[in-house]
C-alpha cells in the first residue's frame, strides 16, 4: 500500500506552481507558515540536578511527648528527568537516628528560576531515637520549592515532609521542614 503523503506533496507544489510561486517560493511560504504555527511551550527551570544541605526541622511529637520532635540536619540530593516534569530526590536527616526519604516529585515551573513540586515516596528510619519524620517507616508527601541564585551554580531549597503514622506509640503524623543550599552538577 503506498502512502497518501507524496500524493499531498506533489498536490501542494502543482498549487503552487500554478500561483507561480515554484520551489522557492513554495519553501519561503512552507518555512513561514511553521514559523506562524502555534506550538506548546512550557517554561523549564533553567536548572537540573543538584546536592544539598542544611537544617531540618521536626514540628510533630508523638503520643504524649514521649517521642519528641528533633532538630536534625539533611543532606538533599534531586535528579531532574530532563524531558519530563519529574524528578527523583532523595533526603537524609541525620542525627541521634537516621531518615531516609526517596521520593519522587512532579515539578511545577514557576519561573526560569523556580519551580515548586509535589513529590511522593517513604521515609526509612534507621535507630531507636525519634527523627524529624516519627520514628518509624511511613509513607510520606513532601511539597518543596527550589530556587536557583542568579549567575551562580547555587540553589536554594525547602519542603516540607508530611509521614502518616509516624510514631510506633500512637501512630501520630509527622511533619517536619528542611531548608538548605546546594550546588548545580
Known sequence: MQS???????????????WGLGVLGGTTIAAGLSVLSP?????QAAYGSYVGIGPSFGLTSGRDGGEPSRTTGVLAARYKLLTLPV??????LFGNSTAIVPTVSYDIPLSWRADAYIGAGASIVTGDSTTPVGNKTSF????????ALPNSNFIVFGNAIIAFDAYRRGGNTAVSVQGGVGIRF
Open 140 to 147: 510520606v508527601l513532601q511539597p518543596g520549592v527550589d530556587y
Open 39 to 43: 506550538t506548546s511551550a512550557s517554561a
Open 87 to 92: 524528578s527523583v530526590r532523595g533526603q537524609v
Open 4 to 18: 497518501s503523503k507524496p500524493f499531498q506533496i506533489n498536490k501542494i507544489t502543482t498549487a503552487l506552481r500554478q
